[in-house]
């Protein structure tokens, strides 16, 4: 099937139950992204600064890019100015890096939180301890250019349903959890970023209201990466 048909196709699936899509677009060519766009997608997700950086210039601007990949403090500025959600923030070092170009550029940008659910060391995250640390620290309190907009997560790569799901769960509980006890007053703290295309399916059943769809899409990852104009 096309692009355009998977795109309308989980939309029309999603669009009722209130679940937002997330195409993942790594090492996707700019033709590919262009068709999802042309079928209606404007959120679209990457795991490289550089690879996001090339598209953004290159692609309509009214498309939100989401950053779902690890993030190191100096690549910051770069996505700065325009990136409209950062998926992927394991640190309070990376989040005051974030806040303080934010307010270079003069904007707040929203962030999730990552959380360490797989079992899998080669996973990024915080786990439910440095969570709560970083949540109550000072410094977490000064940042005003950020916006903490919920937490993310990834289950580990098994074919085992029931790990995923207990994974997804837990994640589901601490989501409540962090909500009643630090955004009790924060409507914009409601976002789960659970699920890809392995398992999107367990993860709304068990809670998330976005999920990052990346061969569902696009089809299986082939040898033809993105290259830069």
């Known amino acids: 099937m096309s692009i355009t048909t998977n795109i309308e196709e ?5 669009k009722p139950i209130g679940v937002t899509l997330v195409a ?5 060519p700019l033709e590919d992204i262009q ?18 950086v090339d598209k953004y210039e290159q692609l309509p ?7 779902v990949g690890h993030l190191q403090t ?10 409209a959600m950062i998926e992927s923030v394991d640190s309070l070092k990376v989040l005051k890096e ?5 307010t270079k550029n003069n904007r707040v940008i929203d962030c999730l939180l990552q959380i360490f659910i ?5 996973k990024f995250g915080l786990d439910h301890v440095e ?7 000072e410094e977490f309190a000064t940042l005003e250019n950020i916006r903490i907009r919920g937490l993310m997560g990834i289950a580990t790569n098994t074919d085992n349903e029931k790990v995923i799901k207990e994974e997804f769960y837990e994640l589901k509980m601490l989501f409540d959890g962090i909500k009643v006890s630090y955004f009790r007053k924060e409507d914009s703290f409601d976002t789960l970023s659970m699920g890809m295309s392995s398992d999107y399916k367990i993860a709304i059943e068990q809670g998330s209201n976005m999920i990052r769809l990346g061969s569902t899409l696009f089809g299986k990852r082939v040898i033809k990466h993105f290259k830069a104009k």
């Open 35 to 52: 068709e999802a766009y042309d079928a209606g997608q404007r959120i679209f997700g990457e795991n490289l600064v550089q690879d996001m």
């Open 61 to 67: 601007k009214d498309i939100q890019w989401h950053m």
């Open 131 to 137: 969570l709560i640390e970083l949540l109550e620290s």
């Open 74 to 83: 100096n690549k910051v500025k770069y996505i700065a100015p325009f990136i």
């Open 10 to 14: 989980i939309q029309n699936e999603l």
């Open 98 to 102: 974030i806040n303080k170009q934010a």
């Open 24 to 28: 993942i677009s790594k090492t996707k």
């Open 118 to 122: 797989a079992d899998e060391d080669t």
